[in-house]
T-cell receptor, first 114, second 115 residues
Framework: DTGVSQDPRHKITKRGQNVTFRCDPISEHNRLYWYRQTLGQGPEFLTY????????KSRLLSDRFSAERPKGSFSTLEIQRTEQGDSAMYLC????????????FGPGTRLLVL | DQQVKQNSPSLSVQEGRISILNCDYT??????FLWYKKYPAEGPTFLIS?????DKNEDGRFTVFLNKSAKHLSLHIVPSQPGDSAVYFC??????????????FGKGTLLTVNP
């Protein structure tokens, strides 16, 4: 059974650079979510996709952030012109749509912006 | 405004005893609740969930209790084992558009089980 995978696991970048993260969901799952977790906080919802459609974006997702899921399978999250405040763990989760959904999380990508 | 609150940042118990982790919520629209366990440098792992139509759900050593009138839920782990040492997150979602989807998390409780 293959779970949710994320790549890279760690990323260190300089302020102002662009970064891109990838998430591969559980293969039969049609919903994919992005969350962000900072130190001492729980994960916070950023956005989600049903198949290839992006259905909701949090106000936390500034215009420097963009997410895609072009073929309804893997997803990418890009952060342009990174800022030190973007330093966080970026978590991806997937689920099957319908009723009370259980989301399964990947290992996360830890971003450090210097 | 914190809609899901875990007021105990940490909890320490002896191996073999019961661990009780608590969670309160303020949004009356929440109707599905989940507990996740998280080890350092890993993503959250799903443990157990409960729908608002129930007041108890049990899975092995883990039991979740829901008190809707008090907007309170708790996770009981019996017996506690050293491998249970982790951060536990309470999460909640509201039914919308045909399903529950967006999760709102608490800040987590660090459980330490001492041998």
């Amino acid at each position: 059974d293959t779970g949710v995978s994320q790549d890279p696991r760690h990323k260190i970048t300089k302020r102002g650079q662009n970064v891109t993260f990838r998430c591969d969901p559980i293969s039969e799952h049609n919903r994919l979510y992005w969350y962000r977790q900072t130190l001492g906080q729980g994960p916070e919802f950023l956005t989600y996709f049903q198949n290839e459609a992006q259905l909701e974006k949090s106000r936390l997702l500034s215009d420097r952030f963009s997410a895609e899921r072009p073929k309804g399978s893997f997803s990418t999250l890009e952060i342009q012109r990174t800022e030190q405040g973007d330093s966080a763990m970026y978590l991806c989760a997937s689920s099957l749509v319908g009723g009370a959904e259980t989301q399964y999380f990947g290992p996360g990508t830890r971003l450090l912006v210097l | 405004d914190q809609q899901v609150k875990q007021n105990s940042p940490s909890l320490s118990v002896q191996e073999g005893r019961i661990s009780i982790l608590n969670c309160d919520y303020t949004n009356s629209m929440f109707d599905y609740f989940l507990w996740y366990k998280k080890y350092p440098a890993e993503g959250p792992t799903f443990l157990i969930s409960i729908s608002s139509i129930k007041d108890k759900n049990e899975d092995g050593r883990f039991t979740v209790f829901l008190n809707k009138s008090a907007k309170h839920l708790s996770l009981h782990i019996v017996p506690s084992q050293p491998g249970d040492s982790a951060v536990y997150f309470c999460a909640a979602s509201a039914y919308s558009g045909g399903s529950n989807y967006k999760l709102t998390f608490g800040k987590g409780t660090l459980l330490t089980v001492n041998p």
